[in-house]
């Protein structure tokens, strides 16, 4: 029994180092085999994020003549203008005219009685013969004072000979004057128009007795050419007057819109600008001068100037949908890149002409810029890229009218 025990004991002890001797082998097995493992494969990549991408529609910063008009509200007046004031009283004996005729200057429109004026012509002019007749014998008789005997006549009597001729002969020339103012007065009776224009409502008519301190009997306005002023502010005035000392002043046109909205056919040319400032609205009025023949500009209208080059620039232009605002109050735009990224660039622009914004800065001809999609965009996006729907932005034979 003892040996049969012993052997039983020997047998368990086996059994357990047998099963610790496999367990550590698995061990080292499981160890080695996950060394292995981990030899074997290759380093774990980096894993970048994908960029989101959008639709967008270009089109090309083209090259186009720029030449929006500046407006100006401008006040159309009169080249010169006159007050008829009769210069002497009378009655008005016959008018030469129709109420709203275009007179010549030296055309006689009023015609006075002018039997009194008659009267002291034909008077001064007896005063002047009485006048120089008596200077005729005043003459003759100081001319026989002096050939007589200094003996025969005293010093005195010398003496008054001689102012005698000289107070006729200044008889003679008070009767001339005389007779000039008569004459100057006859000749007032008549009332002519000293400019040529249009001459307005007459405030006598025949019968009516006229005088200078009764006030105009018409008025006179030149009306063709006409003079159109308008005011310029006091940094735009500065700006032109430097430009002109420096000989680089822009060469303008100038027209006009008349009220009804059309455009006016003549072109102005420069008259002359103001000698004053304004200190209320720091404007000066400039003045230009336009023909007028059919005399559809008439004085004390309002018209709108426009002003614009007539050899205008050429600007990189861009459709008006492509702009968006930035904070601090500039401008920019979406760009496309070559390698088919976006990049937000700011640009300087001009006032919109015929449907595209020139552009100063910030872009070049021919760089593509994002009309529509721009909502999701952010710089160095890869962006899928379509045509643009044609609208009168993107046309570039699209020219909206100047009316206001």
């Given at each position: 029994m003892s040996e049969k025990n012993g052997e039983t004991k020997k047998s368990a002890v086996g059994s357990v180092i047998a099963t610790v001797v496999l367990a550590a082998a698995c061990g080292i097995g499981g160890w080695v085999g996950h060394e292995m493992?981990?030899?074997?494969?290759?380093?774990?990549?980096?894993?970048?994020?994908?960029?989101?991408?959008?639709?967008?529609?270009?089109?090309?910063?083209?090259?186009?003549?720029?030449?929006?008009?500046?407006?100006?509200?401008?006040?159309?007046?009169a080249?010169?203008?006159?007050?008829?004031?009769?210069?002497?009283?009378?009655?008005i004996k016959e008018i030469k005219f129709k109420e709203g005729d275009i007179v010549k200057a030296g055309a006689v429109l009023y015609v006075l009685d002018d039997e009194r004026y008659r009267a002291v012509v034909n008077q001064r002019k007896a005063d002047l013969e009485a006048a120089e007749a008596e200077a005729r014998r005043a003459e003759r008789?100081?001319?026989?004072?002096?050939?007589?005997?200094?003996?025969?006549?005293?010093?005195?009597?010398?003496?008054?000979?001689?102012?005698?001729?000289?107070?006729?002969?200044?008889?003679v020339l008070q009767a001339k004057a005389n007779l000039v103012v008569a004459e100057y007065d006859l000749k007032k009776a008549s009332v002519v128009a000293p400019i040529s224009g249009q001459i307005g409502k007459t405030s006598a008519h025949v019968g009516?007795?006229?005088?200078?301190?009764?006030?105009?009997?018409?008025?006179i306005v030149q009306i063709d050419p006409i003079r159109v002023s308008f005011p310029l502010t006091d940094r735009a005035y500065v700006g032109w007057r430097?430009?002109?000392?420096?000989?680089?002043?822009?060469?303008?046109r100038m027209r006009l819109l008349l009220p009804d909205g059309s455009e006016y056919a003549g072109e102005g040319k420069w008259d002359f600008d103001d000698n004053e400032m304004s200190k209320d609205t720091?404007?000066?009025?400039?003045?230009?001068?336009?023909?007028?023949?059919?005399?559809?500009?008439?004085?004390?209208?309002?018209?709108?100037?426009?002003?614009?080059?007539?050899?205008?620039?050429?600007?990189?232009?861009?459709?008006?949908?492509?702009?968006?605002d930035l904070t601090g109050g500039s401008q920019g735009v979406w760009v496309l890149k070559d390698d088919g990224t976006v990049e937000q660039r700011v640009?300087?622009?001009?006032?919109?002409?015929?449907?595209?914004?020139?552009?100063?800065?910030?872009l070049k001809e021919g760089e593509k810029v994002v009309v529509s999609g721009t909502g999701k965009l952010t710089s160095g996006m890869k962006v899928t890229v379509v045509a643009p729907t044609m609208n009168d932005d993107l046309d570039p034979n699209y020219k909206p009218p100047v009316k206001e």
């Open positions: 493992w981990l030899k074997n494969q290759k380093p774990a990549e980096a894993v970048r994020p994908q960029m989101p991408s959008a639709t967008v529609a270009v089109t090309n910063a083209q090259i186009r003549v720029y030449n929006l008009p500046e407006k100006f509200v401008a006040h159309a007046e080249m010169q203008e006159v007050d008829l004031l009769p210069q002497v009283d009378g009655y008789y100081w001319e026989r004072m002096q050939k007589a005997d200094s003996r025969g006549i005293t010093q005195l009597e010398c003496d008054n000979a001689e102012a005698g001729a000289e107070k006729a002969k200044a008889s009516d007795y006229v005088a200078p301190s009764k006030g105009a009997l018409a008025r430097a430009a002109l000392k420096k000989g680089k002043a822009p060469d303008y720091a404007t000066i009025i400039m003045r230009l001068s336009f023909p007028n023949p059919d005399r559809l500009l008439v004085p004390n209208s309002y018209v709108t100037l426009l002003t614009d080059y007539k050899t205008p620039p050429k600007l990189p232009c861009i459709p008006q949908q492509s702009l968006f640009v300087e622009v001009r006032e919109m002409s015929e449907g595209w914004c020139p552009v100063v800065s910030g």
